[in-house]
């Protein structure tokens, strides 16, 4: 993000596109992600499919539970998927081993949501960013030091700060130095965990910069995970929308605030609050009990809250289809009005 783009406010996905995100960097085929309960089968992420392009921000929305955080961590191997494909690079990394999954850790890395938890307490700023450093083997006690310097000056924290303990800092210091620690080893593919939501809302807009400043000069790839669609709206490339751990819509993201098809995408945007008092537009309610994520029956899951919903079309299984060119859609109700 450029200072003239920054200066006047220029979304995401209205600015100029990086040449070299053409390229898939990380794909999802099919991907599922289950946990076993006494009462059934968990479904935390199914049947996921997505591709996210080098050096671009995919957005990842949807209501809290509907399984945005186990998919980035599925993706970067911190939970193993249940079924399905993972690639990396033209790679197939769904199934490696100790080796290689080290050889991975390298160029994948995340940020979590809350600092305070994420960060030892009993390391000081100094030893976290070194860490993953150390674990590696490839750096020499002088490289490591020198390459500590480098990342907090480059993540806006004092050095004076290296012998400090996380509870000595701030919420947005202390965010810093998580995303300092995610760049030690030079990552490619970085999961962003909601990493603005427990901070106060003028650091969240420092933090944000920070992250497509970082994008800008290192070519990251993000897999941004928020629910807050403002944010995403001036942040992401492409937004994908999960609802009850499916994803339902997937489209670049000026279109979709321009062109929303999915009746949940529908109802998020409506929830987006506005300061303009002659803003006519109604906020969407949804009625009906959400269904359960266990063992869950064929058919949309957004059915029993849907407002177009018809016994028997919406029953049956639903697919991500295109409706123009990189939108895609999971809804029955766009088959049956013709627009595919």
Request: aromatic share 4%; with cysteine; proline share 5%.
């Amino acid at each position: 993000m450029t200072a003239n783009e920054r200066k006047h406010n220029i979304p995401k996905g209205e600015r100029g596109k990086n040449p070299a995100a053409s390229e898939i960097l990380v794909e999802a085929v099919n991907l599922r992600k289950y946990f076993s309960t006494p009462r059934g089968q968990l479904h935390a992420v199914d049947d996921v499919n997505l591709k996210i392009r080098r050096g671009s921000t995919m957005g990842v929305v949807g209501e809290s539970g509907c399984g945005k955080s186990t998919l980035g961590r599925t993706l970067i191997h911190l939970l193993e998927s249940t079924s399905g494909q993972i690639m990396f690079n033209g790679h197939d990394i769904t199934h490696v081993g100790r080796k290689d999954l080290s050889r991975l850790r390298h160029k994948m890395q995340i940020i979590f949501q809350d600092p305070n938890s994420s960060l030892d307490p009993r390391r000081t700023i100094e030893a976290t960013i070194r860490e993953p450093m150390m674990l590696s083997k490839h750096y020499s006690k002088a490289e490591m030091n020198d390459r500590v310097d480098e990342l907090m000056n480059l993540v806006g924290v004092d050095n004076r700060m290296r012998r400090a303990y996380p509870h000595e800092l701030d919420g947005g210091r202390r965010q810093r130095v998580g995303i300092a620690r995610a760049l030690a080893m030079s990552p490619e593919f970085i999961v962003c965990d909601e990493p603005v939501s427990a901070l106060d809302v003028s650091i969240q807009a420092q933090i944000l910069n920070l992250l497509q400043d970082l994008q800008e000069q290192r070519n990251l790839t993000y897999l941004f995970v928020t629910h807050d669609m403002s944010v995403v709206k001036h942040l992401a490339d492409e937004i994908c929308v999960m609802y009850l751990v499916q994803v339902i819509e997937i489209c670049g993201s000026k279109r979709i605030f321009e062109n929303p098809t999915h009746p949940y995408t529908k109802v998020l945007l409506s929830a987006i609050p506005t300061t303009d008092i002659h803003d006519k537009s109604k906020r969407i309610i949804t009625k009906g009990e959400i269904t359960s994520p266990i063992d869950p029956a064929p058919g949309c899951r957004f059915a029993n809250r849907c407002m177009y919903y018809k016994p028997g079309i919406c029953d049956q299984p639903q697919q991500l289809e295109e409706i123009e060119p990189g939108h895609m859609v999971s809804c029955c109700r766009v088959r049956e009005v013709n627009l595919l």
